[in-house]
């Protein structure tokens, strides 16, 4: 059971990466429509200029460790102590999982926040004036939580990775899923600009694309080491 996570890694790094380029590929065109995704767009940039400036650890900070909190509860395990500093933090449970480990790394919880606060909202009042600002601070957030996440996975490798079954295991399974959640937010902030659908065969045609010209290449290499390994 030792190496189950990381070969499950490995066969997972190739649909991946595939769905990687596959994402982009969608979700470029679709975010091109600056008549429609302007307000999105401005705040992902304001965002980019606020890491530059180095500020805002704190604020992830707190935000990875709530969202550990709330995957453990959402798991039925009790929390027992939340600790925030600038540069660091924790969160005690009586027990873990993968999900609990690794739910601050594809999770972007500032933006789940902000879009309850704005359905709370549109509950209540007419909030459609308010939407360009709902968007950017959606753009804002997504990239929040893309930036910090890329600059944390980027470094030393995290205990949670660990907890979860290893780098190996843990950084392909992170890929995907944030593709996959960049696909779905795009999908709810704009209904009409991405087809689920479209974007689902495209991601599942380059996966298996890249599983077969896998198959071919260690074909290849067994054939020609056949060859040379005859007497």
């Given at each position: 059971m030792r190496f189950l996570k990381p070969a499950i890694g490995v066969a997972l790094a190739p649909?991946?990466?595939?769905?990687?380029?596959?994402?982009g590929a969608a979700l470029a065109p679709a975010l091109g429509r600056f008549s429609v995704t302007f307000p999105l767009l401005a705040g992902a940039l304001l965002c980019l200029a606020f890491h530059w400036t180095g500020r805002?650890?704190?604020?992830?900070?707190?935000?990875?460790?709530?969202?550990?909190?709330?995957?453990?509860?959402?798991s039925g395990v009790r929390v027992r102590k939340i600790s925030v500093r600038r540069n660091s933090g924790y969160v005690l449970t009586d027990s873990g999982n993968a999900f609990i480990s690794l739910a601050p790394y594809f999770v972007p919880f500032y933006t789940l926040a902000v879009s309850a606060a704005y359905w709370t909202a549109g509950r209540?009042?007419?909030?459609?004036?308010?939407?360009?600002?709902?968007?950017?601070?959606?753009?804002f957030t997504l990239a929040f939580h893309l930036l910090h996440t890329a600059d944390i996975l980027a470094g030393p490798v995290q205990s949670d990775l660990r907890n979860a079954g290893g780098p190996v295991f843990s950084l392909p399974l992170l890929l995907l899923l944030n593709c996959l959640g960049l696909a779905a937010a795009l999908k709810l902030l704009f209904p009409g600009l991405l087809s689920l659908k479209?974007?689902?065969?495209?991601?599942?045609?380059?996966?298996?694309?890249?599983?077969?010209?896998?198959?071919?290449?260690?074909?290849?290499l067994a054939n020609t080491a056949k060859i040379y390994m005859r007497p």
């Open positions: 649909a991946a990466l595939a769905g990687a380029w596959a994402t805002g650890r704190r604020l992830y900070v707190a935000a990875h460790e709530l969202t550990h909190a709330l995957a453990a509860v959402f209540f009042w007419d909030v459609s004036q308010l939407r360009p600002w709902f968007l950017a601070a959606a753009g479209a974007y689902a065969g495209r991601v599942l045609q380059a996966q298996g694309d890249a599983y077969s010209a896998i198959y071919a290449a260690a074909l290849r």
